[in-house]
């Protein structure tokens, strides 16, 4: 039975642990008692809730924004009463929770609140109220919610500093009417981002963008993913690296999640090239660099004069390992989605296999991207060369026994032509 309609059925709340992993997935990071495992089994209807990346369709994808893993107490509706995003360390932090659930359960949850917003009920308070529970939840806002919010806004609230910088909090999808009239005064509003702290800012801005996407994939609106692409270009401003790959990204996960295999494999092989495998971890970093220390760029000359580049030289030294490790992760990934895409496409192939032989330069540690480049050697016949790459990650991957085992069965049917 699914967890939900037992909930229903059983009048208990949920408790469920939600992750995009595999199936060694470890749910807490230190040991649970038996009374805290009691209560949960008891108490709640329990389960760990593995959600596919591209299962864009999957009930929690569609309400929530997908940090991995996260820990999230319903009602026995499904409506949330406490997400918690960090891994739970053992029993004294989950009885804590289960602690706070308990007392959240008696207050106003969005669950009451959702119910009188059903009677007919749309009093500012209890919009409010709910706007700042999806908020609290990392929860794609209810457009309908919004706009009955919206609606009962005066000229002069809509030009006030608080009142411009809730709207946006709550994600409104990208030139929608609610997010264009947040920007009825778009000098105010460029004003307030400036003086916002930048954390603030980007979590205003990862709402929209998220917001936006789901909308674009709940309406299969390619036009409104390429939008938030330039939206997101914007959000960049000087570091055009970086907000030339996000411009591309939208669009690009978009035809990758609708299954457009043509269209997604013309676009990965020059995003992949483009954004990860042409550009050096360090030309990344000196942007970065830039853009933090917010030293101005100049069309002639040098990107950084001397005591600069000396200044950049001790910080990329403490950063490296993390900018190379990401591009390694991006290139990877690439290369995983043209063995699912373009598996008989040579052209795509060794596009692929070029940019795993960067990653692996990058980050040749990691089994995973060995295990990688030879499936891709394999797929162009290059057995010899895809056997020696399958025995670096079997012996990359000793101190995991179930991965190890993978990895060598892999192995034979590699070597037997059977793959």
């Known amino acids: 039975m699914h967890l939900l309609e037992r909930a229903v059925q059983e009048r208990k709340p949920m408790f469920l642990v939600v992750h995009q992993r595999d199936e060694q997935f470890v749910p807490f990071k230190g040991t649970v008692s038996k009374k805290a495992k009691d209560i949960l089994s008891t108490q709640f209807v329990s389960g760990i809730v593995q959600v596919d990346r591209d299962d864009f369709n999957h009930p929690l994808a569609q309400t929530f924004q997908m940090n991995d893993p996260f820990y999230l107490f319903t009602d026995k509706d499904g409506i949330p009463l406490l997400r918690h995003d960090k891994a739970v360390d053992g029993t004294i932090e989950l009885e804590r929770l289960i602690d706070s659930v308990a007392t959240l359960a008696k207050g106003e949850t969005l669950g009451k609140l959702t119910a009188q917003y059903r009677k007919g009920m749309r009093q500012q308070s209890i919009l409010t109220k709910m706007l700042q529970r999806y908020q609290a939840f990392d929860q794609y806002t209810d457009q309908q919610v919004l706009n009955d919010y919206l609606s009962q806004l005066t000229i002069e609230q809509l030009n006030n500093f608080e009142t411009v910088t809730f709207l946006l909090s709550c994600g409104p999808v990208y030139n929608s009417k609610t997010y264009l ?68 990204y939208y669009p690009l996960e978009y035809k990758r999640l609708m299954k457009d295999t043509v269209a997604y494999i013309q676009m990965a092989r020059r995003f992949y090239n483009d954004r990860f495998y042409r550009i050096d971890p360090d030309s990344i970093a000196r942007i970065d660099f830039v853009q933090d220390h917010q030293i101005k760029l100049s069309r002639k000359g040098p990107l950084l004069d001397s005591a600069q580049n000396a200044a950049f030289k001790q910080w990329i030294g403490k950063g490296r390992q993390y900018y190379q490790g990401d591009q390694a992760r991006n290139l990877n990934y690439g290369a995983q989605q043209i ?70 069965a892999v192995l034979k049917q590699i070597r037997s032509r059977l793959l």
């Open 181 to 248: 009239l947040a920007r009825t005064n778009g000098k105010m509003v460029d004003s307030l981002y400036s003086s916002l702290p930048l954390p603030v800012r980007k979590k205003i801005n990862n709402r929209i963008i998220q917001r936006t996407f789901r909308e674009a994939l709940d309406k299969k609106d390619f036009s409104l993913a390429q939008h938030i692409g330039y939206f997101t270009y914007q959000t960049w401003t000087s570091n055009y690296l970086r907000g030339a790959a996000s411009q591309d």
């Open 339 to 408: 063995l699912a895409f373009a598996w008989n496409s040579p052209d795509a192939l060794f596009d692929a296999i070029r940019w795993q032989t960067k990653a692996i330069g990058l980050k040749p540690d990691i089994a995973q991207y060995h295990h990688t480049l030879a499936l891709l050697l394999y797929r162009v016949s290059f057995y010899a060369q895809a056997e020696a790459e399958q025995e670096k990650a079997i012996s990359l991957s000793k101190l995991n026994k179930g991965r190890h085992k993978e990895m060598q």
